[in-house]
């Protein structure tokens, strides 16, 4: 393979460096283009933009591969817990027994949320959105912690890191306790991390929480499938908002909101929002596949396609094996599992999709199981957050241990020409 890429224009010739990565994918490196040439190049949603080299994950669209660290995914979601699976992102390599244990006992350390917290989630509305919430109270984080960490400081990044992987389940489940009108308490830290997680969820006043050991690993299963997905849209926030030097907090709040929306993790909501809406119609799917198709129409099929993956999303193969599991061994019939079952087969055969190589995303049989966890609707973007934490963090921390510059792209400008200023009564 030539190590260089040649562009002309204009009759003149340029000369670009081609990068190889590890699993042999190319990109050409553009870093002096503008500076030789006084072009860029254009890319709105950045389909065709590597914004930088990263060693965390690998997915391979064609193929339907996805890899944590070197790890198959579906490994990881098989025989490794969501601790292991986060100190894995985050640190590069898998923990023995006693780096697991130290992590943990430092997380647990830190699993206290500063009082006054609670009078910032109380002056929110019971009908305020989670996610909302969630991305507030991360932001409010900063106020009783350090702002910023010394990055050239192992210490103090394993710090930072360790506080907002024991808070962040905290807030997380105050968020849903808030929604639910259930008194905001905190956790036991004679549990393990996500058995702990699911208890500050869950515990009602005056019962005793009885733990199910499905229910515990059908969400730690989740947590690891949600762990990270390279550079999608949350994570490339973190990473761009992380490139100022806001701290970690900060960044991450910012990749919360983006997550929120619902052509990224606010879609697992819409999914199960869409299959409601199938079955309270009658189940017919193909009338919500004509819409679907409708270029006049703003409706999507959501919990389908994917800007990476092109032939299959190992993470819904996964999920939708589990969705049937969980549902058999927790003795629930769920109505909605049929209806999206009858989706995926209609759309895999219809043109539209298979032109498009339109498969189901993760988020297409994530809410069938959150649902049968028992959480609500409203929580299961919150959930998705949960689960992407270590990957934003792991983004986050790389992005600043390269020395990355600040993220700031260029455009084209196409608005109005030079003008002379109009005064008021000339408007
Ligand atoms: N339903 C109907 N048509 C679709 C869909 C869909 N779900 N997804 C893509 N298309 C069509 C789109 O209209 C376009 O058609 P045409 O070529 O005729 O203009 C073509 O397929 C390519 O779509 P695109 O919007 O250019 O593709 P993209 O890579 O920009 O978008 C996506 C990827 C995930 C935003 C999009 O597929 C989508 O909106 N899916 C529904 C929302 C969803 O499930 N999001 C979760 C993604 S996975 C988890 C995560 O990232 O958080």
């Excluded at 025989?79 to 640190?91: H, N, P």
């Excluded at 968020?175 to 308490?185: H, V």
């Excluded at 006043?205 to 969400?219: G, S, T």
């Amino acid at each position: 393979m030539s190590d260089k890429a040649i562009l002309e224009f204009g009759g003149s010739k340029y000369e670009f460096p081609v990068v190889q990565g590890t699993e042999n994918e190319v990109g050409i490196d553009i870093k002096t283009l503008r500076g030789s040439s006084g072009m860029i190049t254009l890319d709105p949603g950045y389909k065709n933009t590597g914004s930088c080299e990263s060693g965390i994950t690998f997915l391979n669209g064609e193929k339907g591969i996805l890899r944590y660290r070197g790890y198959a995914i579906e490994d990881l979601a098989e025989k490794a817990d969501f601790l292991e699976v986060a100190f894995l992102l985050i640190f590069g390599e898998l923990p023995n027994q006693e780096q697991l244990h130290k992590f943990h006992e430092d997380i647990k350390h830190e699993s206290h949320v500063d009082e006054e917290m609670k009078k910032i989630i109380n002056g929110f509305p019971k009908s305020a959105h989670p996610m909302g919430v969630l991305s507030s109270l991360t932001s409010a984080l900063i106020a009783f912690n350090p702002t910023s960490v010394d990055v050239a400081s192992e210490e103090a990044m394993y710090s930072a890191i360790v506080r907002i992987m024991a808070k962040f389940p905290v807030l997380v489940a105050w968020t849903m306790r808030k929604k639910m009108g259930l008194p905001l308490e905190y956790g036991d830290d004679t549990m393990g991390y996500v058995e702990n997680l699911h208890k500050m969820m869950f515990k009602r006043p005056n019962k005793e929480y009885k733990m199910n050991r499905v229910v515990i690993d059908a969400l730690d299963q989740l947590l690891i499938l949600h762990a990270d997905h390279e550079q999608n849209c949350s994570t490339s926030t973190v990473r761009i908002v992380g490139s100022s030097h806001a701290g970690l907090f900060a960044s991450l709040s910012a990749g919360i909101s983006a997550l929120w929306g619902p052509l990224h993790g606010g879609a697992n909501q819409a999914v199960l929002e869409m299959l409601e809406a199938i079955a309270a119609d009658g189940g017919d799917t193909n009338k919500f596949m004509a819409k679907a198709k409708d270029k006049n129409d703003s409706f999507r099929l959501m919990g389908f396609g994917h800007r990476v993956y092109k032939n299959f999303d190992p993470r819904a193969k996964i999920l939708k094996k589990a969705a049937d599991e969980v549902l058999g061994d927790l003795g629930i019939e769920d109505h909605i599992l049929d209806v999206a079952k009858g989706l995926e087969k209609v759309a895999l055969e219809d043109q539209y999709f298979v032109k498009r190589k339109l498969y189901p995303n993760v988020d297409f049989y994530s809410g069938i199981i959150y649902r049968a966890l028992g959480i609500p609707v409203e929580m299961f973007t919150v959930m998705f957050a949960m689960g992407r934490l270590p990957g934003w963090i792991a983004h986050w921390r790389e992005m600043r241990l390269r020395g990355e510059p600040i993220g700031r792209p260029r455009q084209i400008y196409i608005g109005e020409n030079s003008r002379p200023f109009a005064a008021m009564n000339n408007r």
